[in-house]
């Protein structure tokens, strides 16, 4: 649900939306609440990323094949919600409801504990060699990326500052 609202431009207050009290306010006058959700709106694609990701997250939890790669996607996503709601937001039912949410994540995995450890003993075994040219290779690729996301995210900053 609060996917949907943020990807339909309901859940914050966005760059050019301040409801008229807000608007009128300095930035010394705002509540927390009002400053959490304009913060949180600022970028419109801040925005639709995270509600981009919560719902595949939800949609992955509704398979058992895939419930435990929804739950990954979705913990630190709550575990941030929760921090927000809980300094920021200040608005406690909310947080009771994502605190919920994430305890409701956390049976997911304790069901599911035998496949969870089977799948971090996968990850974690040393029995896959790898020659010290391919990690070179892997850490080089990693560094690109990295760096073809930041020049990404950058030059989107640059777009946005000049409108």
């Known amino acids: 649900m609060y996917a949907v609202r943020k990807l339909f431009g309901g859940q914050f ?21 009002s400053l959490g959700w304009t913060f949180m709106g600022y970028s ?10 919560q719902l595949i997250g939800a ?3 509704l398979w058992n094949r895939t419930k435990l790669i929804g739950a990954f996607i979705l913990v630190p996503i709550m575990v941030n ?7 920021f937001i200040k608005i406690y039912t909310a947080a009771v409801l ?29 029995n896959l060699q790898t020659s010290s040219k ?3 290779i892997n850490i080089g690729a990693s560094l690109i990326a990295l760096a073809m996301i930041f ?5 989107i900053e640059l777009l946005t500052w000049q409108t």
Do not use: H, R
Not at 81 to 87: E, H, R, S
């Open 13 to 33: 207050y966005m760059k050019g939306e301040l409801p008229l009290d807000v608007a009128n306010m300095t930035l010394g006058e705002v509540d927390s609440f």
């Open 44 to 53: 419109i694609y801040y925005v639709a990323i995270i509600g981009i990701i």
């Open 59 to 61: 949609w992955l939890l």
């Open 81 to 87: 919600i929760i921090i927000f709601d809980l300094i």
């Open 98 to 126: 994502s605190i919920i949410i994430f305890g409701l994540l956390i049976l997911i995995f304790q069901f599911n504990n035998q496949k969870l450890f089977a799948a971090i003993k996968i990850l974690t075994s040393n």
């Open 134 to 136: 391919n990690v070179l």
């Open 151 to 155: 020049l990404f995210c950058y030059s």
